[in-house]
C-alpha cells in the first residue's frame, strides 16, 4: 500500500463549478499536509499547508485535514479556467533533530475547468 | 516569485555521456531537494541535503550523486546516464518553515 493515495483523474468541470479533490493516507505520523497546483512543463507551487486537523481558507480555495480517516481535501470555489493544472497533496513529519521535512507526494490530480 | 533556478531547462543526450543539472536559490535557505517525477507519476525524493556540505540519499534509489559545496548551489550529476535516467527533475528549497518551499522549473531530461 503506498504511503499517499490520490486519484490521478483526469477532472472535468465547467467554469463556476466547485471543486473537490482528495488524498488518503496511511502513516498516521504525518503532521504536515499540503496542497500543491502545478502547471503543465513548471515545477509546483505551493498552495496551501495545514497543520495537524481542521481547515484552513484562501480566498477561493479551502483545505480540510481529518486526521482521525487519514483523509485529506481541497476545495476550490468558484473554478477558473485558469485553475486548469494538476493538483499534488503531499504530507511530511518534522525531523526535530535537523529542524527540516521529507515530503511524500501523491501522483496528482489533473484538473480542467472548461469556460 | 522564487528564487529559485535550475539549468538547462531541456537536455538530450547519448547513452554514456556524464551531466550535471544545475539548481541554484537566492533565498539563504539551508534545505534543498531533488526529486523525479515522471508523468502521472509520484514525485519522488532522490536525495536532499540540509546544509553546507551535508548530503542524503532520499527514498528513490539514484545512480546520481549531489554536493553541497555553498549554501545557494546543489548540483546533481549522473556519472553515466542512461535511457533509464529519461525523467523531469525538480529541485526544490525550504526556509524557515513549510510555507516558505519553492520549486524550480524543472529539467526534462532525455537520454538517447
Known amino acids: 500500500q503506498k504511503e499517499v493515495e490520490q486519484d490521478p483523474g483526469p477532472l472535468s468541470v465547467p467554469e463556476g463549478a466547485i471543486v473537490s479533490l482528495n488524498c488518503t493516507y496511511s502513516n498516521s505520523a504525518f503532521q504536515y499536509f499540503m496542497w500543491y497546483r502545478q502547471y503543465s512543463r513548471k515545477g509546483p507551487e505551493l498552495l496551501m499547508y495545514?497543520?495537524?486537523?481542521g481547515n484552513k481558507e484562501d480566498g477561493r480555495f479551502t483545505a480540510q485535514v481529518d486526521k482521525s480517516s487519514k483523509y485529506i481535501s481541497l476545495f476550490i470555489r468558484d473554478s477558473q479556467p485558469s485553475d486548469s493544472a494538476t493538483y499534488l497533496c503531499?504530507?511530511?513529519?518534522?525531523?526535530?533533530?535537523?529542524?527540516?521535512?521529507?515530503?511524500?507526494f501523491g501522483k496528482g490530480t489533473k484538473l480542467s475547468v472548461i469556460p | 516569485e522564487a528564487d529559485i533556478y535550475q539549468t538547462p531547462r531541456y537536455l538530450v543526450i547519448g547513452t554514456g555521456k556524464k551531466i550535471t543539472l544545475e539548481c541554484s536559490q537566492t533565498?539563504?535557505?539551508?534545505?534543498m531537494y531533488w526529486y523525479q517525477q515522471d508523468p502521472g507519476m509520484e514525485l519522488h525524493l532522490i536525495h536532499y541535503?540540509?546544509?553546507?556540505?551535508?548530503?542524503e540519499k532520499g527514498d528513490l534509489s539514484s545512480e546520481s550523486t549531489v554536493s553541497r559545496i555553498r549554501t545557494e548551489h546543489f548540483p546533481l550529476t549522473l556519472e553515466s546516464a542512461r535511457p533509464s535516467h529519461t525523467s523531469q527533475y525538480l529541485c526544490?528549497?525550504?526556509?524557515?518553515?513549510?510555507?516558505?518551499?519553492?520549486f524550480g522549473p524543472g529539467t526534462r531530461l532525455t537520454v538517447l
Open positions: 526544490a528549497s525550504i526556509g524557515g518553515g513549510l510555507n516558505e518551499q519553492f
Open positions: 533565498m539563504g535557505h539551508d534545505k
Open positions: 495545514t497543520y495537524s486537523s
Open positions: 503531499a504530507m511530511s513529519f518534522l525531523f526535530s533533530g535537523a529542524g527540516s521535512y521529507q515530503l511524500t
Open positions: 541535503s540540509y546544509g553546507v556540505n551535508s548530503t
